[in-house]
């Protein structure tokens, strides 16, 4: 009898904490987007649900249109120089900038490729995804073929480590970003069933 009400218990659990996971996170974006209200006067604040998140949409598309165009993307140029030069911010804003064009960049290769590495130890491989090729100057100084290469931590996958780690010491994966992090996330109880392995590329 124990043994069946644990069968259920765990059955149960696979149904709802991943359905209470997505559901919180839907909630939090979708409070954080209707945090745009706020833009808007209070006297003309409309108590509508989900109408900060269309107001966040038309915001973004908006500011992108503006600046796609010459004199839009002058205007940015110079708000960008006025930010420069405030210390703290300029450090903040120029941080998120670089890291917003290397994720959303047409020919950006941030994430581009799922591997291994053996971290923490030469005797444990690691998950982990190449980021970029690694600075011209980082490579001449230590005179080898780098990668630069982040490894996440599980089951939160934001915060992790950056490694420089000799191209020939890579497991290039053919799994999918999304199947890897998906693995990471899932502190390996999900695994993608087609996932193969191959030699790094000469």
């Known amino acids: 009898m124990s043994s069946l009400l644990r069968r259920w218990f765990v059955a149960g659990l696979l149904i709802w904490l991943p359905l209470a996971v997505t559901l919180l996170t839907i909630r939090f974006v979708i409070n954080l987007l209707d945090t745009s209200l706020l833009l808007l006067p209070s006297v003309i604040r409309p108590d509508i649900p989900g109408f900060g998140v269309l107001l966040s949409i038309v915001l973004v598309l908006g500011t992108g249109a503006i600046a796609a165009?010459?004199?839009g993307s002058q205007a940015l140029?110079?708000?960008e120089r006025a930010v420069g030069h405030i210390p703290l911010v300029r450090s903040i804003y120029g941080g998120m900038k670089k890291l917003a064009e290397t994720l959303f960049?047409?020919?950006s290769v941030a994430f581009r490729h799922a591997l291994l590495v053996r971290y923490p130890h030469a005797d444990s491989w690691s998950i982990a995804f190449q980021t970029a090729d690694t600075p011209a100057e980082?490579?001449?100084k230590l005179n080898q073929?780098?990668?630069t290469v982040f490894v996440p931590t599980t089951p939160n996958p934001t915060?992790?480590?950056l490694l420089l780690?000799?191209?020939?010491?890579?497991v290039w994966l053919d799994m999918p970003v999304e199947e890897a992090l998906r693995?990471?996330?899932s502190l390996g109880v999900v695994t993608p069933d087609t996932a193969k392995t191959k030699l790094p590329p000469a």
Do not use: K
């Open 69 to 71: 165009n010459y004199l």
């Open 77 to 79: 140029g110079w708000v």
């Open 105 to 107: 960049s047409g020919n």
């Open 138 to 140: 980082l490579a001449a």
């Open 145 to 147: 073929d780098l990668i």
């Open 159 to 161: 915060s992790g480590f």
């Open 165 to 170: 780690v000799r191209r020939q010491d890579v």
């Open 183 to 185: 693995l990471v996330i």
